[in-house]
């Protein structure tokens, strides 16, 4: 299953500009596999992201929006992309400010598909 | 002091922020000890000034001791705040009776029982007017206001002129209360209330999220939905901008419109200042 998940984050982690990708428990912010550069604490990427996809979750679905397929927070100096996979996961990109969000977010939605 | 009362007001020392003034001053007004009860009810309203039951409970407490006049803007307030408040709706109703306008007092019941119609206390409260009017049977429903022709005159709107000012654009303030703007979902209902609430620790996520992972300021938070995207931004540091949109509108174009609703939030709390 280990292998799995590494594969589908190698498709994420090969976008220029990608600095990290991972695997994340949606109920409890666990990290479930993560490649990622050194300096970025996954145990905090994965608990902030889980935290953060699901408040913007409960408000979309109380929009009538349905569930969430794809979550961008933009920052200054990068951003963090997730998507949904199967059996209540994420998969998660932490990125350079300058890349290409369409390609990450193909990426991603390619890979929560694989490890699903 | 009665333990209720003395709890209460314990935590409400504790935490001056908690919005168990609102439990607090009921219970005062309750037991009629309408100063005590109105010194709550304003320090709740000096920090929760966007907060619909806020001004409910004030109104109710001035309903108490015969303001009427006060009464009538808190709840009118309240209704600007939350146009589906039953509480508010029910006060209105009484003060309208109390000056003998029925027709209102009975619209105002109307607009209450189609938003609540399990109330027991609206039933109560029309037969007290019909009584009064010497009425029997029901108004014929299409003889009374629409709650739409009740709701108050509109506030110089924070987004006039915008795509979807009516029903896809929130502002909120840093505690989540509605500064202006509304949430429809694609079927009409009124969701703006709620959104906000869940939206109001979106923006103390995003920022412990964005600093912790070395990133800045965050700057924008979108998402797709199955039927729509949103868009959450910061105009300034103590607000927040949510923009919605269905499918049809790429998230690209989102942001575009979310930086013009943006600006022109930011001017509107400017001239509130």
Redesign the interface.
């Known amino acids: 299953m280990s292998g799995l998940y590494m594969r589908a984050l190698d498709m994420v982690t090969r976008v220029r500009g990608v600095r990290g990708a991972m695997v994340v428990a949606r109920s409890d912010g666990l990290v479930v596999a993560e490649q990622l550069m050194e300096g970025i604490k996954g145990s905090t990427v994965a608990a902030l992201t889980a935290s953060l996809t699901g408040r913007l979750q409960r408000a979309m679905m109380a929009a009538g929006l349905g569930p969430s397929q794809f979550w961008h927070l933009q920052c200054e100096s990068g951003a963090v992309l997730a998507v949904p996979a199967g059996e209540g996961l994420l998969v998660v990109a932490v990125t350079e400010p300058e890349v290409n969000v369409g390609l990450v977010r193909l990426e991603l939605l390619r890979a929560a598909e694989a490890a699903g | 002091m009665s333990d209720d009362v003395k709890s209460l007001s314990g935590e409400l020392a504790r935490d001056p922020q908690s919005l168990v003034f609102l439990r607090l001053g009921e219970l005062l007004r309750q037991r009629r000890q309408f100063d005590t009860a109105t010194r709550v009810a304003l320090h709740g309203l000096e920090r929760h000034a966007h907060l619909a039951d806020a001004h409910d409970l004030y109104a109710r407490i001035l309903a108490d001791r015969h303001d009427y006049e006060h009464a009538f803007d808190e709840w009118d307030m309240t209704l600007r705040i939350a146009p589906h408040h039953t509480g508010a709706l029910k006060g209105l109703a009484f003060l309208y009776f109390k000056v003998g306008d029925l027709t209102q007092a009975e619209a105002h019941l109307q607009a209450a029982h189609r938003i609540a119609p399990d109330d027991p206390t609206i039933g109560q409260a029309f037969a007290v007017i019909r009584g009064e009017a010497g009425l029997s049977g029901e108004v014929p429903a299409e003889a009374l206001p629409t709650a739409e022709s009740l709701a108050p005159i509109p506030e110089p709107r924070v987004f006039a002129g915008l795509e979807g000012a009516q029903e896809g654009l929130l502002l909120l303030d840093g505690a989540g209360m509605v500064l202006g703007g509304a949430?429809k979902?694609?079927?009409g209902?009124d969701?703006t209330e709620?959104?906000a609430a869940?939206?109001a620790?979106?923006s103390h996520?995003?920022t412990?999220?964005?600093r912790?992972?070395?990133?800045?300021?965050?700057?924008?938070?979108?998402?797709?939905?199955?039927?729509?995207?949103?868009h959450?931004g910061q105009p300034t540091t103590e607000s927040m901008l949510?923009v919605?949109r269905d499918r049809s509108v790429p998230?690209g174009r989102l942001s575009l419109l979310a930086q013009r609703a943006a600006q022109a939030a930011r001017r509107w709390l400017e001239r509130q200042r």
Do not use: I, P
Request: cysteine-free; hydrophobic content about 50%; aromatic content about 4%.
């Open positions: 949430l979902t694609a079927d209902d969701v709620t959104v869940y939206l620790g979106v996520e995003a412990r999220t964005a912790l992972l070395g990133l800045g300021d965050w700057r924008g938070l979108s998402a797709e939905g199955q039927s729509g995207h949103v959450v949510l919605m998230l």
